[in-house]
């Protein structure tokens, strides 16, 4: 069965750090793409950053220089280092992934709050 764990979500002061981590299960396939996307009550889903296998990156305007997207493809996990937080990065966080089948699912979803 095929599944995706998220963690490392939580409260920080704006200018802090957090690191996400979504680990991926199950499938036999080769992962294509992993990324990250953010969602809030008055916006929808929206890219975040992804990183295809080969390793090349794309970020979100919004996010350059501050997020940085890695990945393990040893442990198919994905990283999401977010620097110099604001409150306007506060959202639910989604971790996507694309199998070489052209499978994709979506992560259970991890709250950060950036807040004094």
């Known amino acids: 069965q095929v599944q995706l764990v998220e963690s490392g979500g939580g409260l920080v002061q704006p200018g802090g750090s957090l690191r996400l981590s979504c680990a991926a299960s199950g499938s036999s396939y080769s992962i294509a793409r992993m990324g990250w996307y953010r969602q809030t009550p008055e916006k929808q889903r929206a890219l975040v950053a992804t990183i295809a296998s080969g390793g090349s990156t794309n970020y979100a305007d919004s996010v350059k220089g501050r997020f940085t997207i890695s990945r393990d493809n040893a442990r198919n996990t994905v990283y999401l280092q977010m620097n110099s937080l604001k409150p306007e990065d506060t959202a639910v966080y989604y971790c996507?992934?694309?199998?070489?089948?052209?499978?994709?699912?979506w992560g259970q979803g991890t709250q950060v709050t950036v807040s004094s």
């Open positions: 996507n992934v694309l199998w070489t089948n052209a499978a994709t699912r």
